[in-house]
């Protein structure tokens, strides 16, 4: 009995620290937001700072939400003076750093709206990170304009 009871409690600590390791490496996501755009527009955008807080890389490998047909990655990208956006595959954050998700950098395009979004609405990302975990984002919909300072 004294045995079985031991590799209980000791596979129950294993359990338990394997938990908080897996807790640690959720990513903390702050300021996030999305431009109030007309209602023609189809392709909106997202913005937030990412902070990695544990001692390894997280990759974000997929966005998904229901409020869009699509959800990608892109990085402003200048060759030859002239700047376009590129779809990135992922988005590593490395361990301990902070990535600023803003406009003319790197960002979230948001394809296809299922509805028309407006300033105090708010839209869903589904985060699906390289180590199988999920984190969901609720982000407001703000009015943009050039006074805005959201970083």
Not at 16 to 43: H, Y
Request: net charge neutral; with cysteine; glycine share 4%.
């Amino acid at each position: 009995m004294i045995n079985y009871t031991r590799k209980l409690l000791l596979t129950l600590c294993l359990l338990l620290m394997a938990g908080a390791i897996w807790a640690n490496d959720k990513l903390s996501i702050s300021r996030a937001w999305s431009p109030e755009a007309p209602p023609v527009v189809k392709v909106l955008a997202a913005y937030a700072l990412i902070e990695n807080k544990s001692a390894n890389d997280i990759t974000i490998v997929s966005i998904q939400s229901p409020d869009f047909n699509k959800v990608e990655i892109h990085r402003i990208e200048s060759e030859n003076g002239m700047m376009s956006m590129v779809k990135q595959a992922q988005l590593t954050i490395p361990a301990g750093k902070v990535i600023s998700l803003q406009p003319g950098e790197i960002h979230i395009m948001l394809i296809g709206p299922r509805k028309i979004f407006r300033d105090g609405d708010t839209l869903q990302l589904n985060l699906e990170l390289d180590n199988g975990q999920q984190q969901t984002v609720s982000v407001p919909v703000r009015k943009h304009n050039l006074d805005n300072s959201f970083f």
